[in-house]
């Protein structure tokens, strides 16, 4: 009896114990995870069929269209619809499409999206018997970078090293086109730029924004470039240096600084006296000065020539960029030699006699795409100095861009010719 006594209190013991166990197991509730749907232009992918494409060669919009079902009165009728917004005819070939169809068993073309580039389309909405056209830009992330190179060879060639598309090559050729000659760059000169790449979704690149400024190191010297709108009214931007000098700058307009006259200007008819009255071309412009006054050069730039020859007697060539160059002849001395770096203002001889001249002068030549011009006479790139209202609210924009480019160290080792971009803060 006592045994059966034991037994019951023992399943007993157990029944509750297990009943107490249940109650303490929570209920797991059911987790339905919800579908977020593909939005694409604005239009919900799970209501069509994609199709993705490219122009083929000699294929029209109406092909296209006829292809994927559409009757040729309903094309007639978008394409007079949408005629303002998209001409049809300018399709290009291999330029990429998307057509949005319908899922039923027609599979009749509902939408069609151009694809101009990476950041431009055009929508044409014909689904209902509204028809529609629209453009449509992405939405453009400006991500901030820096980055120095070292030229080895040339701009180009370490531009491409350093994974930078021409595109960001010409900008800087540009800025320094009145500061540098790209063309005699000389191995180890060093640059460090700042700059805003364009992406899409994060991940898709799309070309450059602005170069916010730049510093070259040339032949030791550093040159820095800053991006700055001084005209709050145009809005034009343009490249400044430390100074707030303009960097787009114009020729001086003469390379006698002081005392000098004009005693002979640039023409092709003109009769000269030394080779016996008879009419001669002159390609120059003669500033008269008193023997030893200091020549400077009118513009930045690279010696190209400094030698003597025959009438020329002493003289410089100095190349300016790929369009400009100067000539100062009869000089009584030259001061530079070819392949030195002249800035604007720079001396590089004294006025002479040698040469073909009856009297001290500089005879200054002015080359434009490789013809003598009269440099009076051309439409020269102008520059405006920053008012002195203004360079203020200048020297205090260009302190954080300074600092920034400060920090951007120089790479001494060759093997150091491609960096890694560093990504600043994104605007």
Same mark, same amino acid.
Not at 80 to 100: A, C, E, N, S
Not at 230 to 255: C, H, Q, W
Not at 381 to 406: E, G, M, N, T
């Given at each position: 009896?006592?045994?059966?006594?034991?037994?019951?209190? &023992?399943? =007993?013991?157990?029944?509750?114990?297990?009943?107490?166990?249940?109650?303490?197991?929570?209920?797991?509730?059911?987790?339905?995870?919800?579908?977020?749907?593909?939005?694409?232009?604005?239009?919900?992918?799970?209501?069509?069929?994609?199709?993705?494409?490219?122009?083929?060669?000699?294929?029209?919009?109406?092909?296209?269209?006829?292809?994927?079902?559409?009757?040729?009165?309903?094309?007639?009728?978008?394409?007079?619809?949408?005629?303002?917004?998209?001409?049809?005819?300018?399709?290009?070939?291999?330029?990429?499409?998307?057509?949005?169809?319908?899922?039923?068993?027609?599979?009749?073309?509902?939408?069609?999206?151009?694809?101009?580039?990476?950041?431009?389309?055009?929508?044409?909405?014909?689904?209902?018997?509204?028809?529609?056209?629209?453009?449509?830009?992405?939405?453009?992330?400006?991500?901030?970078?820096?980055?120095?190179?070292?030229?080895?060879? *040339?701009?180009?060639?370490?531009?491409?090293?350093? /994974?930078?598309?021409?595109?960001?090559?010409?900008?800087?050729?540009?800025?320094?086109?009145?500061?540098?000659?790209?063309?005699?760059?000389?191995? /180890?000169?060093?640059?460090? &730029?700042?700059?805003?790449?364009?992406?899409?979704?994060?991940?898709?690149?799309?070309?450059?924004?602005?170069?916010?400024?730049?510093?070259?190191?040339?032949?030791?010297?550093?040159?820095? %470039?800053?991006?700055?709108? %001084?005209?709050?009214?145009?809005?034009?931007?343009?490249?400044?240096?430390?100074? /707030? *000098?303009?960097?787009?700058?114009?020729?001086?307009?003469?390379?006698?600084?002081?005392?000098?006259?004009?005693?002979?200007?640039?023409?092709?008819? +003109? +009769?000269?006296?030394?080779?016996?009255?008879?009419?001669?071309?002159?390609?120059?412009?003669?500033?008269?000065?008193?023997?030893?006054?200091?020549?400077?050069?009118?513009?930045?730039?690279?010696?190209?020539?400094?030698? @003597?020859?025959?009438?020329?007697? *002493?003289?410089?060539?100095?190349?300016?960029?790929?369009?400009?160059?100067?000539?100062?002849?009869?000089?009584?001395? @030259?001061?530079?030699?070819?392949?030195?770096?002249?800035?604007? /203002?720079?001396?590089?001889?004294?006025?002479?006699?040698?040469? *073909?001249?009856?009297?001290?002068?500089?005879?200054?030549?002015?080359?434009?795409?490789?013809?003598?011009?009269?440099?009076? +006479?051309?439409?020269?790139?102008?520059?405006?100095? =920053?008012?002195?209202?203004?360079?203020?609210?200048?020297?205090?924009? &260009?302190?954080?861009?300074?600092?920034?480019?400060?920090?951007? @160290?120089?790479?001494?080792?060759?093997?150091?010719?491609?960096?890694?971009?560093?990504?600043?803060?994104?605007?």
């Amino acid at each position: 009896m006592l045994k059966k006594i034991l037994v019951l209190l &023992l399943l =007993l013991t157990f029944y509750f114990s297990c009943k107490k166990e249940n109650k303490e197991i929570p209920k797991v509730k059911e987790v339905i995870k919800k579908v977020e749907p593909k939005i694409y232009y604005g239009y919900n992918l799970d209501d069509f069929e994609v199709l993705n494409d490219t122009i083929r060669k000699n294929e029209t919009f109406g092909i296209i269209l006829d292809r994927h079902h559409v009757l040729y009165p309903k094309i007639n009728k978008i394409v007079t619809t949408v005629k303002d917004t998209f001409d049809v005819r300018k399709v290009r070939t291999g330029k990429p499409y998307t057509i949005l169809t319908s899922k039923d068993s027609t599979q009749k073309a509902q939408v069609f999206i151009y694809k101009h580039n990476k950041v431009t389309s055009t929508i044409i909405d014909f689904k209902d018997s509204l028809i529609s056209a629209y453009n449509h830009k992405e939405k453009i992330k400006l991500v901030e970078k820096k980055i120095s190179g070292k030229i080895y060879s *040339n701009l180009s060639v370490t531009m491409d090293s350093l /994974g930078l598309l021409p595109t960001l090559t010409n900008k800087v050729a540009d800025i320094y086109a009145w500061t540098l000659d790209f063309y005699r760059l000389q191995k /180890g000169d060093q640059f460090k &730029l700042i700059y805003d790449e364009k992406y899409i979704n994060d991940t898709t690149f799309v070309g450059y924004g602005e170069l916010k400024a730049a510093l070259f190191n040339h032949k030791g010297e550093d040159l820095y %470039a800053y991006r700055f709108i %001084a005209d709050t009214i145009k809005k034009v931007p343009e490249y400044y240096d430390e100074k /707030g *000098n303009m960097l787009r700058s114009t020729f001086l307009v003469s390379p006698i600084k002081f005392q000098y006259r004009i005693s002979s200007r640039f023409n092709l008819r +003109r +009769r000269i006296k030394l080779y016996g009255n008879r009419v001669r071309p002159h390609k120059g412009t003669d500033f008269a000065a008193p023997y030893g006054t200091p020549i400077m050069t009118t513009a930045s730039g690279t010696v190209i020539e400094s030698t @003597r020859r025959g009438g020329n007697g *002493n003289y410089v060539k100095v190349k300016h960029n790929s369009t400009y160059s100067t000539q100062y002849l009869h000089m009584k001395r @030259r001061k530079v030699r070819v392949g030195d770096y002249v800035k604007q /203002g720079d001396i590089i001889g004294w006025v002479g006699m040698t040469g *073909n001249t009856s009297g001290p002068h500089v005879c200054y030549r002015f080359w434009k795409n490789g013809r003598q011009v009269d440099p009076f +006479r051309q439409k020269l790139p102008s520059a405006k100095p =920053l008012k002195d209202s203004v360079k203020p609210i200048f020297f205090q924009y &260009l302190k954080p861009l300074k600092r920034q480019l400060d920090s951007i @160290r120089f790479f001494k080792k060759i093997d150091t010719v491609f960096p890694k971009k560093e990504v600043f803060a994104t605007h």
